[in-house]
């Protein structure tokens, strides 16, 4: 092993810079092989396109006729561009992408076909998607079925149909679906109550703009890594004796290999009509960050993904692995997909922004109070929404959002709440100025300062939209979106029945709207929080608030099965009792085999390749050492190490077997849940650690030409 070390380390000096084609003007290329509203207006007729944009905006469904004409539309422009294939394109509860590809050339007539039918809805072979028992049990057939709402794209020579996925029997097995039902929810909620101060809102939009972390290693050293193969993170590592502490890292010069690698994946996402804007590195070394401009949740979503597919693929090109894990490295910066948040009006208003006008003001602090305790009311749900395997790692590790919910909305915006909640019981007379009695009528654009740039906040207001950073990076945004869009339209369905409450008593419609923002603001206080989220005072302070510190997936992921999650996603449409059962089984049978696999990968390398290389190094010390002796010369020193090399030796060997013993115990288990959690609690959380301490150790003290894995330094400072 050690030798594929030295050889991949050797493969580093061959690497030569890729070519990377100089594009036109951004706005040349931006969008060329989606079939968008452009290409959709020029190839369709006039009635037709109007039928489809209608559809879109009311979340209807498009007939037969329209369907079929779109899909003319669609091969026509596909073939054009030199496609010889189409594929629904979906998102099972894997993880990632899944497409299945049919030629448009019909053999039979020998000419390409695509009809409205096949564009509508595909019967993938999908037996073998993780179904929670779902298909099993009720029909093993599943089928795709067209999204107009996020537009056809060209993929090579595939055209790519963006697609829901559900069973035959009609649940849904995707993280598609129940977003965009969650979507429709929170239009319809948050419509209905901003009609409570302007008629003309017809349409509520959320929007999402997610910011993408991600670490990139040279491919033949990620290959000398059997753990970053296996699992996506190094299972041991001595941190480097330069790691993030000179901060130096952080906005600085992108390495050259890196930026042409950006450069590349930045014009072939263009060129899918994802607007990449933003690129800079992250904090930690070989860290580094991408974020889009915002769009509709949806197509974001859709496009985060699709750009998570670009990276990698234009990566390889350029001999770079990128890894999205949560957390690649021990000791630096995880990496999450900050998903900033808001809501905007078909009138062009986003609800998130203070401004000028004091009657606005209302509109905008009604969202915003609405929200936070929104959060309050359902921080266990948020929390699970963000639960997987690898985020387990990240989340509360001291340089990442905590596992502990909680909003902060920095000091300005803490004034104004304070300041209503205080002048709340200010009467107020006919002809008053409500707003400037209640110190509302005029709240600045929200500057926030280096100070109130809390980066330690799981979910913070961020001057004109909510942040929730605490998404993984390797994530899907679809569960954390659906979670956050559900909760909004619940919390804003009850604001609005309680206002029409009051109203109904005779309250002045103003008034009645800041009763109840003042009785949210006091309901909701514990659940905000302006200080260090790292810190240990917050942990306990937490808990004396009451709010939960679920750190690890399967204990985290039980909120989804309580009586009021059951009841807010059976209420909301988004999604029926067996449907979150049974994607609560697909997510703790992934965290078992995922403890596994990292299980396995531990106990292989320390047993197989770390123990034999410490024995080696200690009979070459142990030679010497009797050498020394018979040299009548000190061998303290030596014998001092062959004995810490032994106690190591002892302790992972040791940790191994009972490791895989306890992993026999819980195989026996049928439970996935009581299976689950011994896979947390008496795998993970009791041995992984243990043993990374001692084969860390060990790398200090064998020598380096005989260590066989690839160290943190030279995995790291890639130029
Ligand atoms: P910051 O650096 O303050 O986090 P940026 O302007 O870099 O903010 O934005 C970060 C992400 O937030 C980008 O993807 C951006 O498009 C997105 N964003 C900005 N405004 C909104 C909004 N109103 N709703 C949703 N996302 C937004
Ligand atoms: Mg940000």
Known sequence: MSQLRFEALK??????????????NISKIFGENVFGNEQMRASLAPAIFKKVSAAIKNHEKIDETTADAVAAGAKTWAIAKGATHFTHWFQP?????????????????????????????QEPDASSFPSGGIRSTFEARGYTAWDPTSPMFLYGRTLCIPTIFVSYTGETLDTKSPLLKALKSVDASATKVCQLFDKDIQHVVASLGSEQEYFAVDEALYMARPDLVMAGRTVFGHAPARGQQLED????????????????????????????????????????????????????????????????????????????????????????????????????????????????????????ITTIKAVHEYADLLRASI??????????????????????????????????????????????????KLGIDQIPEIILDATDRNRTSPFAFTGNKFEFRAVGSSDNCGTPMTVLNLIVAEQLDNFY?????????????????????????????????????????????????????????????????????????????????????ARNEIKLESYIKKVQIEARVIGDLAVNHIVPTAVAYQNKLIVNANGLKGLGVDNKAVVKTIKEISGHIDIITSSVNKMIEERKRLNKLSDTHKKAYGYCDDVKEKYFDVIRDSVDKLELLVDDEDWPLVKYRELLFLR
Do not use: C
Not at 409 to 420: F, K, N, P, R, W
Not at 422 to 433: A, F, L, R, T, Y
């Open 93 to 121: 509860m894997t993880g990632g992408t899944a497409e299945k590809h049919d030629s448009f050339f019909d053999a039979l007539s020998g000419i390409e076909r695509f009809k409205g039918s096949e564009l509508v809805q």
């Open 387 to 436: 639960a997987t395997p690898a985020n387990d790692f990240r989340l509360g590790a001291n340089e990442a959002p905590p596992a502990i919910m909680s909003v902060f909305i920095g000091s300005q915006m803490t004034a104004v709440l304070d300041e209503l909640e205080k002048k709340g019981n200010v009467k107020i007379e006919k002809g008053d100025n409500m707003y400037m």
């Open 249 to 368: 890292h952080y906005f600085g010069t992108i390495p050259a290999r890196v930026y042409d690698f950006m450069r590349e994946f930045e014009i072939e996402s263009w060129k899918l009509g994802i607007p990449v804007r933003t690129r800079h590195n992250e904090v930690a070394p070989s860290q580094f960050e991408v974020a889009p401009l915002f769009e509709e949740v949806n197509v974001a979503n859709d496009h985060n993904q699709l750009m998570m597919d670009v990276i990698n693929r234009v990566g390889e090109k350029h001999k770079l692995k990128i890894l999205f894990h949560e957390k690649p490295f021990a000791g630096l910066n995880g990496s999450g997909k900050h998903n900033n948040w808001s809501l905007i009006t078909d009138t062009g208003v986003n609800l998130y922004a203070p401004t000028g006008s004091a009657r606005d003001n209302l509109l905008f602090l009604t969202f915003f």
């Open 11 to 24: 493969q580093l000096s061959t690497r030569h810079k890729v070519h990377v084609d100089s594009p036109p």
């Open 497 to 581: 029945e309680a206002v029409t409450k009051e109203i109904d008593k005779g309250t002045e419609k103003r008034i009645a709207i800041v009763n109840v923002l003042r009785k949210y603001i006091k309901e909701s206080k514990s659940i905000r929080f302006e200080g260090d989220g790292y810190s240990d005072e917050w942990v306990k302070e937490a808990a004396k608030r009451g709010l939960n510190n679920i750190k690890n997936m399967p204990h985290a992921v039980n909120a989804f099965m309580s009586k009021e999650s059951l009841a807010l996603f059976e209420k909301h449409d988004v999604m029926s009792h067996k449907e979150v059962e």
